[in-house]
């Protein structure tokens, strides 16, 4: 794996989910770079153990390296003067899908707070609630004759860096403050998975 500030954000966060027993769902995790603006994306997604495919309840995390931060990272790294604190621009998607009724968005609002718990030096905002409505097409013979909902809350921020999270790799900063967002996420995907709502069953089990 690169030796990078970003790679070990990436580990203590994968470390932070299997702590928390979530299930990751291999398909679903990329690692691009933008080719126009430089920044580097890691997509991933995890859901609660055992749920087939696609999971009841699920939540999907971005973490953007921005070509700003790999700029101040680079100066630091040449010149080893702190100047400014890199950042890693965040957004957790928490799913609930195979929904045979359309949610009320008020279930989701009372267990969705405004900011997440507190990462490192501050908190992901939520954005807000979506409501999504699937009607296959009619090509779909073993599901053309049912609608299926979706309901989505959405938090973004930014995850500051600290100077000792920078130098060596060692510094158990990212553990501690990636550690607590891996048991949110965990503990929002249960109370969700146990709203009183009916779903489809899984395709794959």
Known sequence: MLDHVFTDAISALRDAFSNAFLERQAFDEHFQSDVLLGDLVWET??????????????AHVTLTWPSWSQAIYRAWYTEEIFHEAPEIEMQIVFRMQRLTTQPDANLVESIAPIKSPQIGKGK???????????????TDTKSADRLDYAIEVTYEGSYELAEETLQDGTSKLLDENFGSLGGWIATTLVRLGDLKLTFFPADEV
Not at 124 to 138: A, K, M
């Open 124 to 138: 992901l905002d939520r954005e807000g609630i979506t409501v999504e409505i699937n009607h296959p097409t009619q």
């Open 45 to 58: 997604s995890y859901g609660l153990p055992g749920e087939g495919r696609p999971p009841r309840v699920i």
